[in-house]
T-cell receptor, first 112, second 116 residues
């Protein structure tokens, strides 16, 4: 079982819709959770972090964490073509300080 | 405040050669982490350096080695290059070992290595 798994995608949504990206992780000791956005040919950019169960909102982005289900999600409201990118889920554990475990990413396309 | 800078941007090497990639950490950061991102994959942890010593290593062979200098900049060295080493190499700095747990990383722009 992989450390971090993301829905395979690609995901395609129309402009203005809600995009939902999902991620599961295997280690119950995981303590920190991040979403990165990566445009083609560029390095990953941190867009959201979440550490406790529930929702965290930042502008059009909402991260959701359910530690009991070992599940993290990212919702993008009012999706724009500029949101088209690969979204990477990353997880940090207390047992391996400084190391983040990344999923393979989900490619999102927002069409006008 | 300057961010993380990496050099070179792109590099083409022949199988069997050696390569050195460089990273300048963000001002005030004493910890540097290196990741390898193969095409279509998420970044994979190579190792982390804290105060000039290796502070954790991922599942990479010994031909991947690193250094951190007193100014906290860092090098990643790869010997005996293989075709599968072709990837985007990412460097990230953080203010202290383990603090990436709390704040995540800010990555540099990366070095695209192609091995032919």
């Amino acid at each position: 079982q992989k450390e971090v798994e993301q829905n395979s995608g690609p995901l395609s949504v129309p402009e203005g819709a809600i995009a939902s990206l999902n991620c599961t992780y295997s280690d119950r000791g995981s303590q920190s959770f991040f979403w990165y956005r990566q445009y083609s040919g560029k390095s990953p950019e941190l867009i959201m972090s979440i550490y406790s169960n529930g929702d965290k909102e930042d502008g059009r982005f909402t991260a959701q964490l359910n530690k009991a289900s070992q599940y993290v999600s990212l919702l993008i409201r009012d999706s724009q073509p500029s949101d088209s990118a690969t979204y990477l889920c990353a997880v940090g554990r207390g047992s391996t300080l400084g190391r983040l475990y990344f999923g393979r990413g989900t490619q999102l396309t927002v069409w006008p | 405040e300057t961010g993380v800078t990496q050099s070179p941007t792109h590099l083409i090497k022949t199988r069997g050669q050696q390569v050195t990639l460089r990273c300048s950490s963000q001002s005030g950061h004493n910890t540097v982490s290196w990741y390898q991102q193969a095409l279509g994959q998420g970044p994979q942890f190579i190792f982390q350096y804290y105060r000039e010593e290796e502070n954790g290593r991922g599942n990479f062979p010994p031909r991947f080695s690193g250094l951190q200098f007193p100014n906290y900049s860092s090098e990643l060295n790869v010997n005996a290059l293989e075709l599968d080493d072709s990837a985007l190499y990412l460097c990230a700095s953080s203010p202290a070992a383990g603090s990436s747990m709390n704040y995540g990383y800010t990555f540099g722009s990366g070095t695209r290595l192609t091995v032919v």
